[in-house]
């Protein structure tokens, strides 16, 4: 069984900073990407930041340049660090991992979701 358990939502001003945090946990035999999402209500889930195992990166276009992503492979952690926070910024952000549980046995596992509230 893996969990992924995320930290550090909460409310903020506008132009402020957050940082979220997310750490795999149980029986993992690696883990590929690692990835951010988001949903605002009555909006769809949409990918936010994505950071394979090697270290590629992904943005999505409305938060580049404000959102970094980093991971720390020895902890199986992810982080979201949140500058120049932005009202529309105002979501669950949800933790994606793509993780082998065996060599053989892969699939993507979800975080229970953290509210971020940015006030304009």
């Known amino acids: 069984q893996v969990q992924l358990v995320e930290s550090g939502g909460g409310l903020v001003q506008a132009g402020g900073s957050l940082r979220l945090s997310c750490a795999a946990s149980?029986?993992?035999?690696?883990?590929?990407?690692m990835s951010w999402y988001r949903q605002a209500p009555g909006n769809q889930r949409e990918l936010v930041a994505s950071?394979?195992?090697?270290?590629?990166?992904n943005y999505a276009d409305s938060v580049k340049g404000r959102f970094t992503i980093s991971r720390d492979n020895a902890k199986n952690t992810v982080y979201l660090q949140m500058n120049s926070l932005k009202y529309e910024d105002t979501a669950v952000y949800y933790c994606?991992?793509?993780?082998?549980?065996?060599?053989?046995?892969?699939?993507?596992?979800w975080g229970q979701g953290t509210q971020v509230t940015v006030s304009s």
């Open positions: 994606n991992a793509d993780i082998n549980t065996t060599i053989l046995r892969r699939g993507a596992y």
């Open positions: 149980g029986s993992i035999f690696t883990i590929r990407t």
């Open positions: 950071i394979s195992s090697g270290g590629s990166i």
